[in-house]
């Protein structure tokens, strides 16, 4: 089978390559997925460019550790080099291992999260049935291989995390991101309101009924001053933010008293500004999030809870996204560079057909 293995981090992309492997057979309690199609998003680029790996040196628990790890018992440690990148997608069981209901799985379709060692960007997957949820029937394949990450990180930070309810503001930033603008249809959903900070002229006419309920243009308008004219001089309760840098300042800038703001990531590179006292002075908090993590935390009841809610959701269409083009594995890099070219309209997939 053809695979995409990873064997050094570069921010040029030198270390991927497409090679031959063995078929992978299911072990014990384990299954095979024959892919269809996979994603690429930014959180794959955090392994290729070895930017998770320097995230997770600094934590405190891996002080002086040779492997380090990303959680303090040490159960889930970083990936070493070969491995197969890929976070999510789309395909059929083909296989199962001992101990696995075969009759439940056998020839289903099924959304896939993966991840390193063994991620998705390989023609067959080794899984646990924890790791696959059935897709609906009525949902391409090109909207199944984005089913899980992007929908649950909007889905848990809005809904189970922060807990935005009916009425309330979340600011976002990032808003013509994936996430953004699903937690947007979220809200339009559940009714809470949005507004969307994005960036260039043309950015809130391309696909206006995606983005907020409020769209502020940061280039060209105060980011500021446009939160507290439509918060009626309040401000926001909850922030949303993917970006850090002095983007993030002003976000928290424009929380009302008691806000609350939450970290899932850091295009604008590993630090933000923070001036302290917008804390302080209004009692908020910025928190963090990380999707692994919170997941494995969970009870089964909430994981249940939560993939039900998610499957939902997703049956109705609301998770629908853009697609802006589909790559063949053999192409794996020229589709990694594709996901980083600034002001695409839609999401970058890999087709295995």
């Given amino acids: 089978m053809k695979t995409v293995t990873l064997n050094h981090v570069s921010d040029d992309l030198s270390g991927l390559q497409v090679v031959d492997a063995p078929e992978p057979e299911p072990g014990p309690g384990m299954l095979r997925v024959r892919m269809t199609k996979a994603a690429v998003h930014p959180s794959d680029l955090n392994y290729i460019r070895g930017e998770y790996r320097e995230a997770i040196e600094r934590l405190i628990w891996n002080l002086g550790e040779e492997r380090p790890s990303f959680d303090v018992e040490r159960s889930k440690l970083h990936p070493q080099l070969p491995c197969i990148p890929g976070g999510e997608g789309v395909g059929v069981v083909d296989a199962c291992g001992a101990d696995v209901n075969s009759t439940q799985w056998l020839g289903k379709r099924v959304a896939l999260f993966a991840g390193p060692p063994s991620g998705t960007w390989q023609e067959y997957v080794i899984a646990a049935p924890a790791q696959l949820s ?13 089913m899980m990450l992007n929908p649950l990180t909007a889905l848990i930070a809005t809904r189970h995390v ?70 009626g001089g309040r401000g926001v309760e909850f922030a949303l933010d993917c970006v850090g840098g002095s983007v993030a300042e002003q976000m928290i800038a424009s929380l009302t008293d008691g806000g609350r703001m939450l970290l899932y990531g ?8 923070l001036f302290s006292r917008d804390l302080m002075m209004t009692n908020a908090t910025v928190g963090g999030f990380y ?63």
């Fill in 162 to 231: 922060l807990g935005v309810e009916e009425g309330q503001w979340l600011l976002m930033s990032a808003g013509a991101s994936a996430v953004s603008k699903l937690a947007a249809a979220i809200g339009r959903h559940y009714g809470f309101r949005t507004i969307s900070l994005v960036r260039g002229e043309k950015m809130p006419d391309q696909f206006p009924e995606q983005l907020g309920d409020v769209v502020i243009n940061t280039e060209s308008q105060d980011l500021r001053e446009e939160v507290k004219r439509v918060t």
């Fill in 291 to 353: 999707l692994p993590g919170w997941l494995a935390a969970q009870t089964p009841a909430k994981l249940g809870e939560v993939m039900g809610e998610l499957g939902r959701l997703s049956a109705s269409g609301m998770f629908n996204v853009s697609i802006a083009a589909q790559f063949p594995l053999a192409d794996a890099v020229a589709a990694v560079r594709a996901s980083q070219q600034s002001g695409r309209s839609g999401k970058i997939l890999l087709d295995f057909d």
């Fill in 266 to 273: 850091t295009l604008a590179g590993p630090s933000m500004q």
């Fill in 134 to 146: 059935p897709v609906p029937e009525a949902l391409p394949d090109e909207q199944a291989a984005l």
